[in-house]
Nanobody, 125 residues
């Protein structure tokens, strides 16, 4: 059974950085588009960034210029580097995966069929 495991969450101060990782078990990591979503209590899960099979990325407007996502197919890992963190970035961050063609980078929650358990990111002074 394919599993996704997030790591790297924690408590940080505003303006600082945090690095999240998502590792996918199983084979054929390169056949999957990977994505990050986040959710705060009482709100719907929202899209953060997707990394396509060839490394292309689509970012939500609210993280452009602050967050950078990348993937390492050999390590079956996707990384999210978060800089200039704000209190409103506080959320549980989820990793998601979807097997796709090379040119397709989905951004909707319903497009993804594999999810990690999430990692808490808290930005507070």
């Amino acid at each position: 059974q394919v599993q996704l495991a997030e790591s790297g969450g924690g408590l940080v101060q505003p303006g600082t950085s945090l690095r999240l990782s998502c590792t996918r078990s199983g084979h054929s990591f390169s056949m999957y588009t990977m994505a990050w979503f986040r959710q705060v209590p009482g709100k719907e899960r929202e899209f953060v960034v997707a990394v396509g099979r060839s490394g292309g990325t689509i970012y939500a407007d609210f993280v452009k210029g602050r967050f950078t996502a990348s993937r390492d197919n050999a390590k079956k890992t996707m990384v999210l580097q978060m800089n200039s963190l704000k209190p409103e970035d506080t959320a549980v961050y989820f990793c998601a995966a979807k097997r796709t063609i090379v040119t397709h980078i989905p951004t909707r929650e319903d497009d993804y069929d594999s999810w990690g358990q999430g990692t808490q990111v808290t930005v507070s002074s």
